[in-house]
C-alpha cells in the first residue's frame, strides 16, 4: 500500500507533481478498518430486526412482485413498463428498479419477510460505507476521524429506523444509494486528469437509476454542484457544464414518465389537510415552520417516533404557534449564516446548506407532503445534521477546528463525544426496531401518542377488526371443544368494541373519514345494528374514492336484510368499480348458491382464482360449491389447490387428511398431516 495514490480536491497534505496526495503506508488498512467498523456497527444495531415480519404499506410491493414473479424473466421486464403500486384497477406510481429487485428476489431467494429484511439492512450498511467514502475524498484525509464519525452517527441515527425495518422503504434505499454512488462519480470526474466525461456520463447513469427507485431524490442533484462549489477548483462555468450534464437523467426519466405512463393518486384530507384545505398562505408558511421545528426536534432528541405523522397529529398552526415562531427565527438564522460565509466554503455552511434545502422540501411550504411529516423524509437532512454536529463538536474542542483537529487533545475529546451521542442513538435504534415487528406491534405501541391522529386511529381499528375476525374464524374450527370456542367468540366481541371505539374516536377528528365510516357500518352489521349499519356505509359512500369496498359492503347489509336484488345490484357495481376485489366475487357466489344458481357461483369464483392467483380462499369456496353439488372429485381438487396458497386452512387440510386416509394413501395423509402440523408450531 506505501506510496497509494488517492484523488482528493482540497488537502493540507503534501501533493506530488500531479496534485495528488501520497499518503502514508498504513492509510490504506486504516480506511478499509474504519469502513468495516461502520458496516459491523449497522449490522449490530439492527440484526434484531431481521426477524420482523411484513409491516406498513410492504403489500404495495409485496402483491405486485408476487404476481410477476410468477411470470418468469419477462415478470422484470414488466417491472420497467407498468406503475408499481396496483390496487384494485387503480395503479399509481412509476419505481421500476425497486420493483423489479423485488420480483428478482422473489423468483431467486423466495419472499419471506426475513429474506426482505436482510437485502434492506445490506443496502443500507453499504450506503453508510459509500458515504465514508464520498465524504472522505470531499473532505480530505486530515479529516478522517471527522469524517468516520459523521458517517457513524448517520448510520446510527434512530430516525432512519422507519428506512431500514420497513421493506416498502427499499425504494428509498436505493434512491439514496445510487445518489451516493453518482456522487462519487461526479467527484472522480474532477478529481482525475482524464476521461471526466465517462465519470460524468457514469454519475448520471447512477443518478438515473436513483431516480427510478424513487423519484423524489431528484431533488438532491444540487448537492453536485454544491459539493464542486465548496471542495474542488473548478471554474463556475465548469460547476455548470458538469452540472447540466448529470440532470440530463432526470430529463430523461422525466420524458419517458410523459410519455408513456399516467397515474393520477388521489390524496385525502386526513393525510394532509392542505391537499383540500382553504387555509390561506399565513396558516400554511405558520405550519410549515411549526413542521420545520419538529424536525429538527427530532433531529436532536429522536424519542418519540411515530410511523405516522399525518393530521391531526401534526396541526394545522397560526403564528401564535411558539415552536412555529422559534423554528422561523432558526431558518432565518440558518440563512443568515449561510448568506454571510457562503464564500468561506467552511463544512459547517456546507451541513447547514444540505440539512435546509432537505427539511424545506418537505415541510409543505411549496407543495403539500403526503402524510405531512414522515421520518422516511429525514434521509438527506440527517446527513447534513451530522456533518453541523461533529462540526460543532470539533469547533467546541479544537477552535478553529479546521487547523487544531488532528492535535490528540481534540482528536480524543472530539471522539469521546461522537461515541457518547453514537451510543445513546445505538441504544434508542435498537430499541425501535423491535417496534417494527408486525403491524400490530407497530400500531399498538405508537398509538399510545397517535390518539389525535384520524388516520392512525382507523389504522389501529382495522389490526383490531382483523384480530377479531381471526378468533372468530378459530372458533368455527374447534369442534367438539366448546369452552375454547366461546372464548375465542368472547375475545373477538371485546377486540370487536374496542375497535368500534377507534373508528368513532377517528370520526371526532374528521368527520368524513371513509374508512372508519364503512368500518363502523361493518361493525354495526355484526351486532345486528342495521339502521346505524347502513347509515355509516350511505355516508361512507358518499365520500370514499374506495368504492368497490364500500358497494360490498352494502351488498352484505343487503343480504343480511334479505333484499338479495340489491344485494346483486351492488355486488356487481363492486366488480365494476374494481375487477379483482376478491370479497366481492366471493360473497356474490355465497348470494348465488343461495339463489340455487350454482353454475354462475362457481362462474364467479374461477374469475375471482384467476384475478387472485395466489389466494386460497376462491378454492376453498369452490370446494363448498362442489360439497353442495356433492361432486367429491372437484372438492379434492379444489381443496389441494387451496392447501397450496395462502392463507392456509386446518378445516381443509383435515378434510385431506382424512380422504387420504379413507383411500389407504398414506404419503398423501402424511404430506397434508405435516403441512398442518406447521401451521399449529
Not at 250 to 264: G, P, Q, S, V
Not at 504 to 531: E, H, M, T, V, W
Not at 563 to 569: K, R, W
Not at 648 to 665: E, R
Request: glycine content about 4%; proline content about 4%.
Amino acid at each position: 500500500m506505501s506510496g497509494k495514490k488517492i484523488p482528493v480536491a482540497k488537502h493540507m497534505a503534501k501533493k506530488d507533481a500531479g496534485g495528488t496526495l501520497l499518503l502514508p503506508a498504513d492509510t490504506g488498512r486504516a480506511l478499509l478498518l474504519r469502513m468495516l467498523l461502520i458496516f459491523l456497527a449497522v449490522f449490530l444495531v439492527y440484526f434484531n430486526g431481521l426477524h420482523n415480519k411484513f409491516n406498513l404499506d410492504d403489500e404495495l410491493y409485496h402483491d405486485h412482485a408476487t404476481e410477476l414473479a410468477g411470470q418468469g424473466s419477462g415478470g422484470i421486464l414488466k417491472a420497467f413498463t407498468t406503475l408499481t403500486f396496483i390496487e384494485g384497477d387503480n395503479a399509481y406510481e412509476y419505481r421500476p428498479l425497486t420493483l423489479a429487485s423485488f420480483v428478482a428476489q422473489y423468483q431467486l431467494l423466495g419472499s419471506a419477510p426475513g429474506i426482505s429484511h436482510f437485502i434492506n439492512l445490506l443496502l443500507y450498511a453499504c450506503t453508510c460505507v459509500l458515504l465514508f467514502v464520498l465524504l472522505y475524498n470531499w473532505f480530505g484525509p486530515e479529516k478522517r476521524e471527522f469524517t468516520f464519525f459523521i458517517s457513524l452517527l448517520f448510520a446510527l441515527h434512530p430516525l432512519h429506523t422507519e428506512i431500514v425495518d420497513s421493506i416498502k422503504n427499499r425504494d428509498e434505499l436505493f434512491a439514496f444509494f445510487f445518489a451516493v454512488l453518482a456522487y462519487i462519480m461526479a467527484w472522480k470526474a474532477y478529481a482525475v486528469s482524464r476521461r471526466n466525461l465517462l465519470y460524468i456520463l457514469l454519475a448520471a447513469l447512477c443518478f438515473f437509476l436513483a431516480v427510478i427507485s424513487k423519484k423524489t431524490i431528484w431533488p438532491f442533484f444540487v448537492i453536485v454542484p454544491l459539493a464542486y462549489y465548496f471542495f474542488s477548483k473548478l471554474s463556475l462555468q465548469k460547476i455548470l457544464l458538469y452540472s447540466l450534464l448529470f440532470c440530463s437523467s432526470i430529463m430523461l426519466y422525466r420524458f419517458y414518465n410523459i410519455l408513456h405512463l399516467h397515474a393520477n393518486r388521489p390524496f385525502f384530507e386526513y393525510e394532509n389537510p392542505f391537499y383540500v384545505s382553504s387555509a390561506g398562505i399565513m396558516a400554511r408558511a405558520a405550519t410549515a415552520f411549526y413542521i420545520m421545528g419538529r424536525y429538527l426536534l427530532l433531529h436532536v432528541f429522536p424519542y418519540r417516533l411515530a410511523y405516522y405523522y399525518g393530521a391531526n397529529y401534526v396541526p394545522v398552526v397560526t403564528w401564535s404557534d411558539p415552536l412555529a415562531i422559534g423554528a422561523l427565527l432558526f431558518y432565518a438564522f440558518i440563512a443568515f449564516l449561510v448568506l454571510r460565509y457562503f464564500k468561506k466554503k467552511s463544512m459547517i455552511i456546507f451541513g447547514l446548506i444540505i440539512y435546509a434545502y432537505s427539511v424545506v422540501m418537505y415541510s409543505n411550504l411549496f407543495a403539500p407532503a403526503p402524510g405531512l411529516m414522515a421520518e422516511r423524509y429525514t434521509y438527506m437532512s440527517s446527513l447534513g445534521f451530522c456533518i453541523v454536529l461533529c462540526a460543532l463538536l470539533a469547533w467546541l474542542f479544537s477552535r478553529p477546528y479546521f487547523t487544531k483537529l488532528s492535535l490528540p487533545g481534540s482528536v480524543r475529546f472530539f471522539s469521546i463525544s461522537a461515541i457518547l451521542i453514537a451510543a445513546l442513538y445505538a441504544v434508542r435504534t435498537h430499541a425501535r426496531n423491535n417496534d417494527w415487528y408486525d403491524k400490530q406491534t407497530l400500531y399498538t405501541h405508537d398509538m399510545a401518542y397517535l390518539g389525535s391522529s384520524a388516520k392512525a386511529n382507523s389504522m389501529y381499528a382495522e389490526i383490531l377488526v382483523a384480530q377479531a375476525r381471526a378468533y372468530r374464524n378459530l372458533s368455527h374450527q374447534i369442534p367438539g371443544d366448546a369452552n375454547s370456542a366461546s372464548v375465542y367468540r368472547d375475545s373477538a366481541s371485546y377486540l370487536l368494541s374496542r375497535a368500534k371505539e377507534h373508528f368513532k374516536a377517528a370520526l371526532r377528528i374528521s368527520p368524513y373519514f371513509p374508512n372508519a365510516l364503512n368500518n363502523l357500518g361493518i361493525i354495526y352489521i355484526d351486532q345486528d345494528s342495521l339502521g346505524l349499519a347502513k347509515q355509516y356505509m350511505q355516508k361512507s359512500l358518499s365520500t370514499t374514492t374506495a368504492k368497490a369496498r364500500t358497494y360490498h359492503d352494502i351488498a352484505m347489509l343487503s343480504m343480511k336484510t334479505g333484499d338479495y336484488d340489491s344485494a346483486s345490484y351492488y355486488f356487481n357495481r363492486s366488480l365494476a368499480a374494481d375487477s379483482a376485489y376478491l370479497d366481492a366475487y366471493c360473497d356474490l357466489s355465497k348470494l348465488l348458491i343461495i339463489l340455487g344458481d350454482t353454475a354462475n357461483a362457481e362462474k364467479a369464483l374461477l374469475i375471482a382464482a384467476e384475478k387472485n392467483n395466489n389466494s386460497s380462499i376462491p378454492y376453498i369456496q369452490l370446494a363448498d360449491v362442489a360439497s353442495f353439488k356433492r361432486d367429491t372429485q372437484s372438492i379434492v381438487r379444489y381443496c389441494r389447490i387451496a392447501a397450496e396458497l395462502q392463507p392456509p386452512n386446518i378445516p381443509v387440510l383435515s378434510f385431506l387428511i382424512q380422504y387420504y386416509t379413507s383411500k389407504g394413501d398414506l404419503k398423501s395423509a402424511a404430506y397434508y398431516q405435516g403441512k398442518r402440523s406447521s401451521i399449529s408450531r
